[in-house]
């Protein structure tokens, strides 16, 4: 019989712990080394279930929130190149009537007592905006000049001290604004369907050449040890804060990567600023889940406050207690919910490690969004409510096991065999089985019936679980699990009288309704008749002692098949069709580097 351990964090499987991340040091490693990690990760992590359910329950970092992958789907390489329509929706800039720019000296090249007037005059050179949408082509020189411009700023600020002066700021702030502040156009795709954000490819920025280098140059302008919060906090508002929380909805995941990192330092580096930024994401959140229910920067979002939430001081604050229970749990019922799921549930994970008695209002909520026929949407709460499970305290367990296994119950009844397989995975979690065995006598009546009709399922594989969990119940209590044994055929007899008896009525009403007059006409009309008779209970009557030898050889073939196999464990995960996709959008993606691979934890708050 396993016991309940002293530590239950030391508990997780061997290989749980194998599985898991160990935090980067990105931010200060050389470019070329940080695209090789980058284009792997993006790989790696082509699908946000697929990230999720191959790490497993236990494989999260405790220190970082999940990064949101760049490319959502991983091909292959062999689906066909096919040319589509591409949308392009990509925004509009008020390009400037006088866009013929004079190129400026290098500041290498200039005199150290004219870099700061060099450094505004481009600066206010590069407010300059062109046209990439309607006719890219145009003024290529112009553009040239402005580029060379940016880089340029972007190697002074980078390596050189003391260049961020009090004039400086108003004018990098304007130019950040003008160039990158705009209205974004809806999603849409080129034939009228709805946009699927889990499946259609992204619109990607055209004017991207310009846009990357303003965000870089921004972000090494937040970066800089010269970087007064007190100087800049006067043009680092309340508006620009809506303003660049508003671009989150960009559809260009590239954009929104920028986006994360640049308001993660600004949450760091403002503490006036806090608790606005998080009440405008409460009401972005709550537009996103009450009324359009598309947004393209929610797992960009929920990266960042995984990273709050990391510093939380405690005892948490009712505002912080609020958050979770009114937006984060709501989000589990959002239909795209896979496009950030990992997120979502790294930041409820978060608050419970936090204060383990919202456990229990946390698994009621879970259990109230359950899924009742998507069954790819119910293994991301498998995975989610197992990795709870992991940090439940055993007095929170007791006030929600009832609710909770006979949800576990269903699952394991499911006849999609990922449902049923992923809910008979959670016997193989050491911590649960802890927990279960102190509670046995309250949870085997619960999952007896259901582990036993499941040994009828379609897929073999579920066959080889059931006898495992089975024995494991067996070993707990040998004599509560034989009393089940015995409860379990008068239970199913009486089943099999109110079958008959609701058979009888249904037969009953039949005759009735043989009488009617319309009878006739209402069945030339096509309506088939379908004879309560014909329902039949095909179960199996054998004993249960048979069936659990049954199992138990069944058990031990299908073992001994995966021991001489030398395939790793397979990824409960949706299989989608691979649709013709744009290369040219997938090598962008690819190459992005990130700033950062994952975000770090911003203390007290």
């Known amino acids: ?205 055209a004017g991207w050449p310009h846009i990357q280098v303003i965000y870089e140059l921004f972000l090494r302008f937040l970066e800089s040890p010269d970087f007064q919060p007190n100087t800049a906090k006067r043009f680092i508002d309340h508006k620009f804060v809506t303003m660049l929380l508003d671009l989150f909805d960009s559809e260009d995941p590239r954009e929104r990567d920028y986006l994360k990192t640049i308001l993660h330092r600004i949450y760091g580096k403002f503490l006036g600023l806090r608790a606005y930024i998080r009440r405008h994401i409460n009401n972005i959140f709550y537009r996103f889940i009450y009324e359009t229910e598309r947004h393209n920067g929610v797992g960009e979002l929920l990266e960042i406050l995984g990273s709050i939430i990391n510093g939380f001081a405690l005892p948490l604050k009712d505002e912080h207690k609020s958050f979770l229970l009114k937006v984060l749990l709501p989000l589990h019922k959002v239909r795209s919910l896979s496009v950030y799921h990992p997120q979502l549930a790294y930041c409820v994970v978060q608050f419970l490690e936090k204060d383990p008695t919202l456990t229990e209002q946390v698994i009621l909520s879970l259990l109230k969004y359950w899924p009742k026929v998507h069954s790819p949407k119910e293994v991301m709460f498998l995975n989610e409510l197992e990795e709870v ?97 015995q409860q379990y055929k008068p239970d199913r007899q009486k089943e099999k009288e109110k079958s008959r008896e609701r058979e009888e009525q249904w037969s009953k009403l039949e005759k009735v309704a043989s009488t009617n007059p319309l009878r006739q006409q209402f069945l030339k009309n096509g309506t088939p008749s379908e004879d309560a008779s014909s329902i039949t209970d095909s179960s199996n009557d054998e004993p249960v002692t048979e069936g659990l030898n049954h199992l138990q050889q069944e058990a031990g073939e299908l073992k001994t098949v995966e021991s001489t196999s030398t395939g790793a464990r397979k990824v409960l995960v949706r299989r989608k069709s691979e649709l013709p996709h744009d290369n040219i959008t997938l090598k962008a993606l690819e190459t992005h580097k990130r700033k950062e691979d994952y975000l770090s934890t911003i203390k007290k708050d």
């Open 389 to 485: 499970l992991d940090v439940i305290e055993p007095n929170e367990f007791t006030k929600v096991m009832q609710p909770l296994f006979r949800r576990l119950a269903q699952c394991v009844s499911s006849q999609h065999f990922q449902v049923a397989e992923r809910a008979l995975y959670y016997w193989n979690n050491e911590y649960i089985l802890s927990l279960i065995s102190d509670n046995v006598s309250s949870i085997l009546p619960i999952m007896f019936p259901a582990l036993y009709k499941t040994k009828q399922h379609w897929n073999k594989t579920i066959h080889g679980l059931i006898y495992n969990a089975l024995k494991l119940f067996m070993e707990m209590n040998q004599k509560l699990f034989d009393e089940c044994t």
């Open 1 to 205: 019989m396993p016991t309940k351990p002293k530590d239950k964090k030391s508990t997780k499987p061997a290989a749980s712990k194998a599985s898991k991340e160990t935090p980067s040091t990105a931010a200060g490693e050389p470019a070329a080394d940080n695209e090789k990690k980058n284009a792997s990760k993006n790989n790696s992590n082509a699908s946000g279930v697929a990230n999720h359910a191959a790490h497993g329950p236990g494989s999260r970092a405790s220190d970082h929130p999940p990064a949101v992958p760049l490319v959502k789907t991983q091909y292959s390489g062999v689906s066909p190149n096919i040319r589509k329509d591409r949308r392009q929706n990509s925004s509009n800039f008020n390009i400037s009537q006088n866009r013929e720019l004079q190129a400026l000296p290098l500041f290498a090249d200039t005199a150290a007592n004219e870099r700061e007037e060099l450094f505004i005059k481009k600066l206010r050179q590069c407010l300059v905006q062109f046209d990439f949408v309607q006719d890219p082509l145009s003024d290529l020189k112009w553009k040239e000049v402005k580029r060379v411009a940016l880089l340029d700023m972007v190697e002074y600020v980078s390596t050189n001290r003391g260049v961020i002066t009090a004039e400086i700021y108003p004018e990098i702030v304007a130019m950040f604004s003008a160039n990158l502040f705009r209205t974004l156009p809806p999603s849409s795709n080129p034939t009228g369907a709805e946009f699927d954000p889990e499946e259609d490819e992204p619109t990607l920025e």
